[in-house]
């Protein structure tokens, strides 16, 4: 048990160094949090401009394909 004890502890040291040391304290977390949200914010609106854009080159495909499906069945003469 004892064994088990120091190996669980050897565990814990080895999760505690790998943590990112916090550097400048909480002020300095608030602010780089706020940085990330703001990075998060612009980068979830250029996505939404993409998709947006991707939708509408999508319905221009989606008419075109129909265009030429109607002008490929209206070539076919009937029997």
Same mark, same amino acid.
């Given at each position: 048990?004892?064994?088990?004890? @120091?190996?669980? %502890?050897?565990? #814990?040291?080895?999760? @505690?160094?790998?943590? !990112?040391?916090?550097?400048?304290? *909480?002020?300095?977390? /608030?602010?780089?949090? %706020?940085? /990330?949200? %703001?990075? +998060?914010?612009? @980068?979830?609106?250029?996505?939404?401009?993409? /998709? *947006?854009? %991707? *939708?509408? *080159?999508?319905?221009? @495909?989606?008419? /075109? #394909?129909?265009?030429?499906?109607? +002008?490929?069945? +209206?070539?076919?003469? !009937?029997?």
């Amino acid at each position: 048990m004892s064994a088990a004890l @120091v190996k669980a %502890a050897k565990q #814990f040291d080895a999760l @505690v160094a790998a943590l !990112p040391l916090a550097e400048g304290g *909480e002020e300095a977390q /608030l602010k780089r949090i %706020a940085e /990330l949200q %703001a990075e +998060n914010d612009a @980068v979830g609106q250029e996505l939404q401009r993409q /998709l *947006e854009a %991707a *939708e509408k *080159e999508l319905m221009e @495909v989606r008419e /075109l #394909f129909s265009q030429a499906a109607d +002008n490929c069945l +209206n070539l076919k003469k !009937p029997d």
